[in-house]
T-cell receptor, first 115, second 111 residues
């Protein structure tokens, strides 16, 4: 049973560029959430996708956008990169109908460095 | 969402029991208390979750007093591999819940 996978593991970009990060949810899960974690901080919620639509969004600018595909995998796109976008980007998957413990499984993350 | 307060860091030695307390004075009736563990450059990993009293699993225990305004994560006989950041989260639990993390507690276990 594959867990949450993310690609790439590491990425280096320069200011102004655009980046796309990818996530495959845990088998059987239908919801994907993205989090940004700056160094020394806890993860911060970016947005959540279910049924190929953005269902919830945190306090992030429109430069951050996403997509969910019919197979439940997801992409996070960041345009016009800023130095402050350097962070670990985490994907978490869940099953929307499930309640109770361990509802979200996290992937290993993508480390983005903006120079 | 209820705000949580936990120590920034804690130190322990191998074999000791570690208790990390989290304060959540504004916890709501439908909120659960969940603890995650995170190693450097890895995603958070679920440890334990509870609503009231005591919950125990193979890795930890969670103690929740009757007023639910605080909780204590107990790690028995820690090892060097338990060195990590531990996050206390409070909120409703469902597949579409969003998680609100604080800065967590950095636990350092020494030989």
């Amino acid at each position: 049973d594959a867990g949450v996978t993310q690609s790439p593991t590491h990425l280096i970009k320069t200011r102004g560029q655009q980046v796309t990060l990818r996530c495959s949810p845990k088998s059987g899960h239908d919801t994907v959430s993205w989090y940004q974690q700056a160094l020394g901080q806890g993860p911060h919620f970016i947005f959540q996708y279910y049924e190929e639509e953005e269902r919830q969004r945190g306090n992030f600018p429109d430069r951050f956008s996403g997509h969910q595909f019919p197979n439940y995998s997801s992409e996070l796109n960041v345009n016009a990169l800023l130095l402050g976008d350097s962070a670990l980007y985490l994907c978490a998957s869940s099953l929307v109908r499930k309640t109770g413990s361990e509802t979200q499984y996290f992937g290993p993350g993508t480390r983005l460095l903006v120079l | 969402l209820a705000k949580t307060t936990q120590p920034i860091s804690m130190d322990s030695y191998e074999g000791q029991e570690v208790n990390i307390t989290c304060s959540h004075n504004n916890i709501a009736t439908n909120d659960y208390i969940t603890w995650y563990q995170q190693f450097p450059s890895q995603g958070p990993r679920f440890i334990i979750q509870g609503y009231k009293t005591k919950v125990t699993n193979e890795v930890a225990s969670l103690f929740i007093p009757a007023d639910r305004k605080s909780s204590t994560l107990s790690l028995p006989r820690v090892s060097l591999s338990d060195t990590a950041v531990y996050y206390c989260l409070v909120g409703p639990v469902s597949g579409y819940s969003t998680l609100t993390f604080g800065k967590g507690t950095m636990l350092l276990v020494s030989p």
